[in-house]
């Protein structure tokens, strides 16, 4: 078995050490110590459905399970024996979630998975009792989630999740989960964001948030100083950001900051504030 696809949309180890690959033609599965790569299900009895070819995103649970996100809903998946759960709007009962194309999924540290859809907002499924509650975007309500296009989700060390969405800006969580505080690009005002495209966010080691933005580049908060700081391509300065699409931030173990873009990979130099690029 070969990837057929190129487009592939998220990778994920799980504890055996195999590595998931999600594509726009299916999911798969490459097992290092034997060379070989297997292509997994996911349609169930819907055989033929496009849309769980469509893997968008992946969480890997603290019980082993991969939480699968499709275009088609959320799928468990036990990767030692491939056997699949589907929860979509297309079943009946407690299964079935009011969310389609899933493009974010993070569990938390309680063993709550949050979901970001690509218009129904923000969902969170409890795994064990397969209920959920979903947020979802008010406009006469500024305590609601800002934006129904939930790009990327992030847990914080004091337990707060940071929800990125694509026109809205963040929408923080504080940890009663009772209501969402909004962080949004103000005009004229450098210490705000700096669009409200907002896809992956991260915590540093040193508690400091990093947001990638479509389009703007990134942008780090100190939350101690409550300060904003920018970083964006400049096409006169080979040390800036290659590009203003940011896919993905990382930190490794060596505390080095990595930044995907459009235009290559950029590593973050602390002490000159710049980044290297490899591309």
């Known amino acids: 078995v070969t990837i057929s696809d190129k487009w592939v949309q998220a990778i994920s180890e799980d504890e055996s050490g195999c590595l998931w690959i999600g594509t726009w033609e299916g999911l798969y599965r490459y097992d290092p110590h034997t060379d070989r790569i297997l292509r997994a299900r996911l349609d169930g009895e819907r055989k033929g459905s496009k849309g769980y070819d469509i893997v968008i995103s992946f969480e890997l649970g603290r019980d082993g399970a991969l939480w699968v996100g499709t275009y088609e809903g959320l799928v468990r998946l036990d990767p030692k024996t491939l056997q699949s759960k589907r929860y979509s709007s297309h079943l009946n009962g407690n299964r079935k979630i009011p969310a389609l194309q899933i493009f974010w999924i993070l569990e938390d540290r309680a063993g709550v998975l949050w979901l970001g859809t690509l218009d129904a907002g923000l969902v969170a499924f409890d795994p064990e009792t397969e209920e959920y509650v979903s947020f979802v975007h008010n406009p006469g309500n500024p305590r609601s989630v800002c934006n129904n296009s939930v790009q990327g989700i992030f847990e914080d060390d004091q337990g707060s999740l940071w929800v990125g969405t694509y026109g809205g800006g963040i929408s923080k969580i504080d940890r009663n989960r009772k209501r969402f505080l909004l962080l949004t690009h103000e005009p004229g005002n450098p210490n705000s964001l700096s669009h409200d495209n907002v896809a992956p966010i991260l915590e540093d080691i040193q508690g400091n948030i990093w947001i990638g ?13 409550s300060l904003f700081t920018h970083y964006s391509q400049n096409e006169k300065d080979n040390r800036s950001l290659s590009h203003n699409y940011v896919s993905s931030i990382y930190q490794d173990a060596l ?9 290559g990979l950029n590593r973050f130099e602390s002490s000159t504030k710049s980044f290297v690029h490899y591309h």
């Open 213 to 225: 933005t479509y389009g703007y580049g990134v942008d780090v908060l100190d939350r101690k100083k």
């Open 255 to 263: 505390n080095s900051i990595w930044v995907t873009t459009t235009n």
